[in-house]
Antibody
């Protein structure tokens, strides 16, 4: 069965960076793009961007350019997102999700809580 | 960016029909393909795909969920509503980048 297993919660300080992971299993990793989505507490969902694991090609929401960097490690079927220059506004749950054609998100990871606090 | 507007809260009695709407700031349809999708999110959980391309039921989703609409106006219907359906429901468009979500509708029981 398709699973996306994300790394654990992070507590970080303003100005720092954090890198979170999303390990895929149950399907051919290079066959589907992986997207990342942000959800601030009690708020709606925001699409950050997507990466093609086969080519490494990326597409970003303009709002998150310079904030998020998406990469993959094909050997371990893992996608990564690095968030830089963190501020309290980056405090949120971050989800990875598999992107199906259309596109829509058919499988989601369990989410990673990133807390930015001094 | 395409803005998707949803009512914040909908209160429905158990066993009745719930109709959740989503209005897009511009058309999200291309020819006969409606690029609107729906998700359910229960508290403390990740979102789950319910409906894709406006009216197609995702795998494993009960048939009491259905979707309709085209252009700028879309509807998610739950009939009949069960206690397990208490959740937030989000629409999402894929007509243009960036992909955008509605602000969500919280389904409550009367």
């Amino acid at each position: 069965q398709v699973q996306l297993q994300q790394s654990g919660a992070e507590l970080t300080k303003p100005g720092s960076s954090v890198k979170i992971s999303c390990k895929a299993s149950g399907y051919t990793f290079t066959s589907y793009d992986i997207s990342w989505i942000k959800q601030r507490p009690g708020q709606a969902l925001e699409w950050i961007g997507a990466i093609n694991p086969g080519s490494g090609g990326t597409g970003y929401n303009e709002k998150f350019k310079g904030k998020a960097t998406l990469t993959v490690d094909k050997s371990s079927s893992t996608a990564f997102m690095q968030l830089s220059s963190l501020t309290p506004e980056d405090t949120a749950v971050y989800y990875c999700a598999r992107l199906k054609e259309a596109p829509f998100f058919d499988y989601w990871g369990q989410g990673v809580m990133v807390t930015v606090s001094s | 960016d395409i803005v998707l507007t949803q009512s914040p809260v909908l209160a429905v009695s158990l066993g009745q029909r719930a109709t959740i709407s989503c209005r897009a700031s511009q058309s999200v349809s291309i020819s006969s393909i409606n690029l609107m999708h729906w998700y359910q999110q229960k508290p403390g959980q990740q979102p789950k795909l319910l409906i894709y391309r406006a009216s197609n039921l995702a795998s494993g989703i009960p048939a009491r969920f259905s979707g309709s609409g085209s252009g700028t106006d879309f509807t998610l219907t739950i009939d009949p509503v069960q206690a397990d359906d208490i959740a937030a429901y989000y629409c999402q468009q894929s007509r243009e980048s960036p992909l955008t979500f509605g602000s969500g509708t919280k389904l409550e029981i009367k």
